[in-house]
């Protein structure tokens, strides 16, 4: 008899069947959540949203291309997390910040936080956040200019204070809650609406990519806090990085806990040093650092949230 | 039996069940059947025959005397055209009785119902007959049923989850042989004194359902239950099952009989009706044949011991040329060397594959994601058990239990990073066995 299919067969352990949910999809879908911040950002600041953050996607595959190239590690740029990386970073910028600054972010992002740590999965803080404090730490100024939304721009005026820094003692009126339920405010480029970003966060849940607990935690503490402290929980919620912060850079797989114990731990850790750093610290916002000292805990959150196993518990 | 609210963590995985319309269809006699002398866990059997001997349809042509045994029969007339020595499909050796088949298929003389007086007797007979544990595990029957605490056994649980994608022998067996399920069961929980049986299907099955529901009814609404479960993977797991019916928790290597259940697969009880009626011991057996590389899927009916590639022809033959051929299911089955290789007792699919299916996924970095954490049915944490395996680290295999770990796949199906979690728990548990040996 023939041996038609003999010896050319593939042998491979099971399961001989994957999802096909794979890295790369997960990552689109996060970018896919981030489009209507995108386009809110891009209505409300004009066209330097949209060069900026291609200027930061690009830099970022370019870097992460190149950092693989040279360290010999195997390709990674087709998972797309670079492209997530380069994006969140530009939503966390002035619209007008100077392309060299913000492509500096993105080395910071890919090469240091993320590259030398090991790459995807490996690193301890979130890319985007750390290197988004590193320029606000070495770019003060430029990170802290914000061009005020449209509408509000005069011919001299094209600057100005962001909601948190008006309730800093900066000079300015308050904008209305539902001016910063749009995003109509100045701010970081995708930080601003907080419908966009409630959207996109709705999206990964229903998707499954993300569990909603980092995001309610963080978000209620953020709220329960202000209330505590005579102040408006729903301005608290919206202004700021919040929303941002909570449904996209707070949630990342690698840098927060992954038991939904630890995760709680992890959302109300976040809140409070938010809050902490609103009330009592020297900055007006206090997000990015929330969520970069989370990140470092992280891993003893997770030690500590020890899972039952089912059955075993006698062997 | 209360209703429950907990169900243990699942996936869902697509049901590919493009065959379940398929009647079975009953293969004609192959020219030649290559009978494995070993098809089932324990010693395999010696042959009982020599080349040149006449056999007859049902005569034992392997047996042996170690207790973990059961007989093997002939599953055509014909003459035996010798005794080959070969690879099995798991890499080892494997004795095979060739027979030439004369087509006749003219019964054995010693077939006849058994009788099933005592206790003993039937353990005997169920032993005679050749049954082994069809889900898969082929595990000897009459030692499953034969358990010190007999006394204690309250419960038969039939398992008619199917979760495998693409098979459908099981559900064919259950609406084409409804009344053999049901006197199998009857018969046994009568002889093993049980109080209870619950027949487990899943609920993307509903007129198998209703087709035993009926069957139950006709035969005057004895102590038998149909549980519906829910349509998720791996429900038909023995530990799975016996959690989601009664609620008990099962650890690896307990036997479910100290739980006071004894598990079996629905075709097992529907071969012990259809045996304890006519005689014939486990000689056939149905397969689902599938897979995108197979010409006509199918439900067939085929004598033990028939090659592969003749079953596939028997399907049409392949409509383009195979890249993956799997013995069992896309989560569980075994990815085999060559399609030369016989039909044993505890198959229950062929699958062929051609297209994407067949390869291998590159596999990238961890992200962390949890999917993993959340998919395992006993909470295992795959992705410690992976670096503790990479660090040969058996304490902390041990602590992390990777001897619950059944293998079922779903932490290597979901990882959108298609890490082989499932295999290198299996690693994982060699490991440990090594270091405890030692
Ligand atoms: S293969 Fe093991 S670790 Fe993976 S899901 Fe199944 S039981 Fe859990
Ligand atoms: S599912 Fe895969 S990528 Fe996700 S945590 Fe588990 S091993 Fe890592």
Known sequence: MENKANDTLIVSSAPHLVSEVDTSRIMGTVILALVPSFFVSTYVFGFRVITLTLVCIAACVTLEYLFNKITKKKQTIGDLSAVVTGMLLAFNVPSNLSYIIAIIGCFVAIVIVKGLFGGLGQNVANPAITARIVLFLSFTTQMTTWPLPRGQQTADVVTGPTPLGILKGANGVLPSNTDMFFGFIGGSMGEISAIALLIGGIFLIWRGIISPIIPVSFIATVAVIALAAGQDPVFHVMAGGVMIGAFFMATDYATSPILPLGKLIFGIGCGCFTMIIRLFGSYPEGVSFAILLMNIITPHIDNFCERRIFGGVKS | ?438
Not at chain 2, 64 to 80: E, K, R, W
Not at chain 2, 92 to 99: A, C, E, R, S
Not at chain 2, 275 to 300: C, E, M, Q
Not at chain 2, 399 to 413: A, D, I, T
């Open chain 2, 1 to 438: 039996m209360a209703e429950k609210k907990k169900h243990l963590q699942s996936i869902h995985v697509p049901h590919n069940k493009n065959t379940v319309e398929c009647e079975t269809e009953r293969m004609p006699i192959p020219d030649f059947v290559y009978i494995s002398m070993s098809q089932h866990i324990g010693a395999p059997c010696r042959p009982l025959v020599k080349k040149g001997d006449s056999v007859k349809v049902g005569q034992p042509i392997g047996d042996s005397d170690v207790p973990m045994s059961v007989p093997i029969h002939s599953s055509v007339s014909g003459i035996v055209s010798g005794i080959e020595e070969s690879r099995s499909d798991n890499g080892g050796k494997n004795t095979l009785v060739v027979i030439e088949a004369d087509k006749k298929q003219e019964l054995w003389e010693g077939i006849q119902a058994p009788k099933a007086g005592s206790r003993e007797e039937f353990i005997q007979a169920v032993r005679a007959s050749g049954l082994v544990g069809l889900g898969g595990a082929a595990f000897p029957t009459h030692i499953k049923y034969n358990p010190k605490n007999i006394q204690d056994v309250t419960t038969l649980i039939i398992n008619g989850a199917e979760c495998e994608p693409f098979i459908t022998s099981d559900h064919r067996i259950m609406v084409e042989e409804t009344e053999n399920i049901i006197d199998g069961a009857l018969l046994v929980m009568k002889q093993l004194g049980m109080q209870e049986g619950f027949i487990g299907v899943e609920d993307n099955k509903p007129d198998a359902i209703a087709a035993l529901r009926s069957m139950i009814e006709q035969k005057g609404n004895p102590n038998i239950e149909v549980i519906p479960l829910r349509s998720r993977y791996p429900q038909g797991a023995e530990r799975v099952m016996v959690y989601e019916v009664t609620g008990k928790t099962m650890d690896a290597g307990v036997l479910p009989a100290d739980l006071g259940v004894i598990l079996s697969n629905v075709t097992s009880i529907a071969f012990i009706g259809q045996y304890f009626k006519n005689g014939i011991p486990l000689i056939a057996k149905r397969i689902t044949v599938d897979g995108d590389a197979i010409s006509r899927p199918a439900n067939v009916l085929c004598p033990i011991g028939t090659k592969i590639a003749d079953v596939v022809e028997f399907c049409g033959g392949y409509k383009e040329p195979p890249k993956k051929i799997l013995m069992g299911g896309p989560m569980m089955g075994r990815a085999i060397f060559s399609d030369q290789l016989p039909v044993i007792k505890n198959n229950n699919a062929i699958l062929i594959f051609a297209g994407e299916q067949a390869w291998v996924k590159e596999e990238t970095a961890c992200i962390n994601c949890g999917r993993c954490y959340r998919a395992c049915p006993f909470k295992l944490m795959p992705t410690l058990l992976s670096s503790a395996v990479k660090r040969r680290d058996a304490g902390a295999l041990e602590r992390l239990k990777v001897m619950q770990c059944m293998e079922c796949g779903s932490c290597s199906y979901i990882c959108p990073a298609r890490r082989p979690l499932s295999f290198n728990n299996k690693l994982g548990k060699a490991i440990v066995k090594e270091a405890q040996s030692k």
